[in-house]
């Protein structure tokens, strides 16, 4: 491959750790770690189900950001109120300006870095946000700026094709050498091989492939070292 490409959330970096901390200071009842994870896991899920609508224009970038935390807690019979609700987002976010990659990514990218491999980025989210997680993240070492792509800045998210098409256009990118890594199947995997890419997923949650599916990935890995091994 001569161009790979990497989503950034859950992909190059650890999310539920920002999650976990923010939920601990905010919530005092007692829980376990897998407890938390549970939450994190559906919170996740009504992540990409409400930034669908926000894109779609049904739902304000607020009531995205403040519905999945609100509905994730509703469904462990959690208590918490909009201004709760604002005030954990509010925290998460701050927890985010600590996050870090992988040390194996770090690896990885230096790696692909000496062999001469055209690097880009894909995420999806609001742009602001996400390119305060790049800068936090330091990926202008590895990925020149032209190279990275957010889809609050298109107009277009992932699997949608045209965000995936955009990039084709302004990156000259050749399909058959073009590789795409990210955590989530419907999103990532799916949205690269519509569109003629190969497709690595990246499946340290251990999600299930949805019943279904028309596309399966190239490979699977499921930590961020198997995904070193996988390059190196």
Partial sequence: MNTIIFDVDDTLYDQAQSFHKTFKKLFDFPHTYEQIDQVYRTSRKYSEILFDKSEAGELTKEEWQIGRITAACKDFDIPIDEQKARV???????????????????????????????????????????????????????????????????????????????????MGLDKSKTVYIGDSFEKDVVGAKQVGWKAVWMNHRKRIIPEGATFKADKEVHNAKELLYLFV
Wanted: aromatic content about 8%; overall charge negative.
């Fill in 88 to 170: 954990f987002h509010e925290t998460y976010v701050a927890e985010q300006q600590r996050i870090t990659l992988f040390s194996e990514v770090e690896q990885l990218l230096d790696v692909l870095v000496q062999e001469g491999k055209e690097l880009a980025i894909l995420t999806n989210g609001d742009e602001e946000h996400q390119a305060m997680k790049i800068k936090q993240l330091g990926l202008t070492r590895w990925f020149p700026e032209e190279n990275i792509f957010i889809s609050g800045a298109h107009g277009h998210a992932k699997p949608k094709r045209e965000i995936f098409e955009i990039m084709e256009s302004k």
